[in-house]
T-cell receptor
Framework: AQTVTQSQPEMSVQEAETVTLSCTYDTSENNYYLFWYKQPPSRQMILVIR??????QNATENRFSVNFQKAAKSFSLKISDSQLGDTAMYFC?????????????FGKGTRLSVIA | NAGVTQTPKFQVLKTGQSMTLQCAQDMNHNSMYWYRQDPGMGLRLIYYSASEGTTDKGEVPNGYNVSRLNKREFSLRLESAAPSQTSVYFC??????????????FGDGTRLSIL
């Protein structure tokens, strides 16, 4: 079974600074997807970024980027120029197949606070 | 542009009562999922339906039943609610196409309290 570990239960960052959230996972699969979801106080689950395991290039979405290290099974999220609206829970998630629909396996989350 | 709609948004039950959480999606997705979110635990899969007519257990299925009523709707039933089922429940849906798996779309969640 796949597992996802987020070792930082809480983090804080000053507005406009950069912060990195860590995620490691365990799997015997070779092809899979990784995701970061954001959950603000409104409780919505919002997709931030995704990475296909077969792609060597790290995914980027505006101020959000990942550092995907397949051999180390590491998938960290970097948030640049942090904004107050980035305050939220962040969940790392794993999807084990790239053909057909399968459920997500989530980490326990990191609560990020952006301080003015 | 509703996406995934869950009803109700909040519910309080007494131990032993039954209730059904409703979920509907308007994106023509084949797969639908039910997760529960507890403090410090992230989201855990209860049941999922890869396609209409099929359902499979997830990590924490005990105490729940599901029905994939049609392609749009996937309901979660608590037959005899227990305090341990106090949680926030999320429904999600997804699709796969030749471009690869598409991200799951989530509803806004149902906060359920069992007294």
């Amino acid at each position: 079974a796949q597992t996802v570990t987020q070792s930082q239960p809480e983090m804080s960052v000053q507005e406009a600074e950069t912060v990195t959230l860590s995620c490691t996972y365990d799997t015997s699969e070779n092809n899979y997807y990784l995701f970061w979801y954001k959950q603000p106080p409104s409780r919505q689950m919002i997709l931030v970024i995704r990475q296909e395991a077969y792609k060597q290039q790290n995914a980027t979405e505006n101020r959000f980027s990942v550092n995907f290290q397949k051999a180390a099974k590491s998938f960290s999220l970097k948030i640049s120029d942090s904004q107050l609206g980035d305050t939220a829970m962040y969940f790392c998630a794993f999807m084990k197949t790239m053909s057909g629909n399968t459920p997500l396996v989530f980490g326990k989350g990191t609560r990020l606070s952006v301080i003015a | 542009n509703a996406g995934v709609t869950q009803t109700p948004k909040f519910q309080v039950l007494k131990t032993g009562q039954s209730m059904t959480l409703q979920c509907a999606q308007d994106m023509n997705h084949n797969s639908m999922y039910w997760y529960r979110q507890d403090p410090g635990m992230g989201l855990r899969l209860i049941y999922y339906s890869a396609s209409e007519g099929t359902t499979d257990k997830g990590e924490v299925p005990n105490g729940y039943n599901v029905s994939r009523l049609n392609k749009r709707e996937f309901s979660l039933r608590l037959e005899s609610a227990a305090p341990s089922q106090t949680s926030v429940y999320f429904c999600a849906s997804s699709e796969w196409d030749i471009g690869g798996n598409q991200p799951q779309h989530f509803g806004d969640g149902t906060r359920l309290s069992i007294l």
